[in-house]
């Protein structure tokens, strides 16, 4: 389902600590279906701008769809940032906000396993979805080990304690804080990580963070299939612009003849099914948006999985890939927005 772009309304802002704000929606009926969301998704908000009419940040869903009514995110300020310090300086509660329907891929596949989850600053919002999940539909233990600057920049600290009163032989909650142990290194980690080591690994943080992680888990010979790492930064590209754009329909043929340097492709998308001509150098998600097809997509930079598909037949290739892990790789996963065919005849289907 493409996500598309609704004006919703904040229901409530909340301050969580001196530097970061979660605003609540409200959706209505009419697109509870559209809003509805997986623990770990994000939701992309148009930010007005005298400058260039508006800017597109994505900011990860805090809320549960298990546990909390209405969805809900989180937003740190980024020092100097445009789009964080507007969220934190300019949304009342009533205000509405143009938001893209929920998207991205860094959810657990199942609920059961022992999971080991790592946080830095923001890093918590999507950490703190899937914890809240984890707690309600799965056995599995939980580890998080949380980093912040100091006590006062803890986000949803309070939350988490009374989580741990209410779980405690399921839930453990580690804060490394800056102030009192320096940045978190990969010995320091490693050190803290090792009763975890068996547990599936979710990471979401600021880079220095996530790299010292990925190094302390190496030193525990955590393989790399069993760490997801959510990736922040901001959109270059203006999804809003595009989405305000009427899409010029083109039919798209069903046996359209391959032309001289172009493979075939077959691709099954919302219960159709389309026979394009596929040009070596161009990507799959343009072919699709020039044949007028409504292929899903955000960020189209591979950063948000939002455009996600699997090759049933023939080989492709990734220009770059910031999303999808090696198992997800071996099981023919791939970013619509940087693949590029290599066999003459392929099929993927986005209906998986
Ligand atoms: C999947 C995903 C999930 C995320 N989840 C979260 C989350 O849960 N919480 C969170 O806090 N962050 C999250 N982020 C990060 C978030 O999207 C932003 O990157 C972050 O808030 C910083 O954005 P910023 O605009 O404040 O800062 P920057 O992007 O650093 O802002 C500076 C940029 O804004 C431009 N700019 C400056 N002034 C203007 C102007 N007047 N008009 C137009 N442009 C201007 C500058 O040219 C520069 O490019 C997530 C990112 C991703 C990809």
Sequence with gaps: MTARA???KVRE???ETADAVSLIFDVPTDLTQRFAYAPGQYLT???????TGSVARCYSLSSSPH????PTVTVKRTPGGYGSNWLCDSVSAGDI?????PAGAFTPRTWNRDLLLCAAGSGITPIMSILKSALILGRGDITLLYANRDRASVIFAEQLRQLVRRHPRRLTVLHWLESERGLPTAHGIATAARPYRRHDVYLCGP???AAAVEQGLARLRIP??????EH???LTDNPFERHLRTPTPVAATPTAAPAADAATVRVDIDGNTHTLPWPRTRKLLDVLLDHGIDAPYVCRESACATCVCTVKHGRTRMLTNESLIPEELSRGLTLACQTLPESDSLHITFDE
């Design 6 to 8: 609704h004006e919703l």
């Design 13 to 15: 802002v909340l301050g």
């Design 45 to 51: 908000l148009r930010i007005p701008s005298d400058r």
């Design 67 to 70: 546990c909390d009514e209405r």
């Design 97 to 101: 906000l143009t938001v893209l329907e």
């Design 207 to 209: 880079t220095g963070f």
């Design 224 to 229: 790399e299939r069993a760490i997801h790492r």
């Design 232 to 234: 922040y930064r901001s």
